[in-house]
């Protein structure tokens, strides 16, 4: 079965940093864009940015751009999400994704299960 996992989340201070991983199993989607979204409770789902397929172009939103970043290992199929200087506004479900687009998340279509991220102030 192919599958997009999460990793990472956990609970960390405001100003801490946390890397997520997201990491395909059962095919390698080397050939799709990754990208990384989050939903806090009650709110809609927010797109923050992503990475094409080849890893060479990135796309950060404006809400997460100079804080978070996004990698990709092609060996162990994993894309990564590294967020510094979180704040508690950070704190959501995070969910990887593959895609085509980089800047359009409605290109978007094959979701993870999520990881928790907690930001205490």
């Known amino acids: 079965q192919v599958q997009l996992v999460e990793s990472g989340g956990g609970l960390v201070q405001a100003g801490g940093s946390l890397t997520l991983s997201c990491t395909a199993s059962g095919g390698t989607f080397s050939a799709y864009a990754r990208g990384w979204f989050r939903q806090a409770p009650g709110k809609e789902r927010e797109f923050l940015g992503a990475?094409?397929?080849?890893?060479?172009?990135?796309h950060y939103e404006d809400s997460v751009k100079g804080r978070f970043a996004i990698s990709r290992d092609y060996a162990k199929n994993t894309v990564y999400l590294q967020m510094n200087s979180l704040k508690p506004e950070d704190t959501a479900v995070y969910y990887c994704?593959?895609?085509?687009?980089?800047?359009?998340?409605?290109?978007?279509?094959?979701w993870g299960q999520g990881t928790q991220v907690t930001v205490s102030s």
């Open positions: 990475i094409d397929w080849n890893g060479r172009m990135t």
């Open positions: 994704a593959a895609g085509v687009s980089i800047t359009n998340p409605a290109d978007f279509g094959f």
